[in-house]
């Protein structure tokens, strides 16, 4: 009778051992789940996060260029001899050209010089800015510093960061009146080619500048082709 008892008591212990070895071996499968689903809906949250900053950023500096592509004009002389085309400079990575556009209420058109670059060593897309100089009393001609480089030795009048974190590519490519590509060289468009820009397209991507990292999965890219209406019957 003994026997059979201390037999019982062992079975009881066995099966009591063996059920807790069941729940913790659920207990880690439920702990495994749990922290798995924690860690992708982190991920999840933190790309969105990521998407929305970088989304915000390109969306700021392409409304910017946008608008001020779409105001791109000749910038006319007294003389009539040296005309002034809209684009000066022109590059995968840098444009600067004349703009007429109102920036001021108290005056109705207000002519700037305005130049984009984007700096592929750090990421940063910069516009700059050069004030006209009236040449007469009545203000209709206005000069501005004029070179066939991609920088001016004038002082802008305004410096402003549009963007950071933008992957270096080819930021602009522009086209003619019949939409033909105009490729430019070492040293930007020709003479002749930026005489012929009518469509500026900019494609700009914010976010991980080393695609090898997870973080490039955050990276956003906004197209856009602007036409410029002043310039469609210019020659």
Known sequence: MRRALNRLRRDERGVSLAELIVAMSVSILVLTM?????????????????????????????????????????????????????????????????????????????????????????????????????????????????????????????????ATSVVPSTLFTFADAGGNPLTPGATGLSAADLQAVRSVTATLTVGERDSTKPAAANNVTLTSTVGMPNLQFGS
């Open 34 to 162: 749990a922290g798995a689903f924690f860690l992708s809906v982190s991920r999840a949250s933190s790309t969105t996060s990521g998407v929305d900053a970088n989304t915000r950023v390109a969306s700021t500096a392409m409304r910017e260029m946008q608008r001020m592509f779409r105001v791109a004009s000749n910038n006319p002389v007294a003389s009539g001899v040296d005309t002034q085309y809209a684009f000066q400079y022109a590059s995968a990575t840098s444009v600067r050209f004349f703009a007429y556009i109102n920036l001021n209420s108290a005056v109705d058109v207000q002519p700037v010089e305005v130049q984009f670059t984007l700096d592929s060593a750090t990421g940063t897309i910069t516009e700059t800015k050069w004030n006209g100089t009236a040449t007469d009393a009545t203000k209709s001609y206005y000069d501005f510093p004029r070179a066939a480089t991609a920088t001016l030795a004038n002082a802008p009048t305004s410096s402003v960061k549009l």
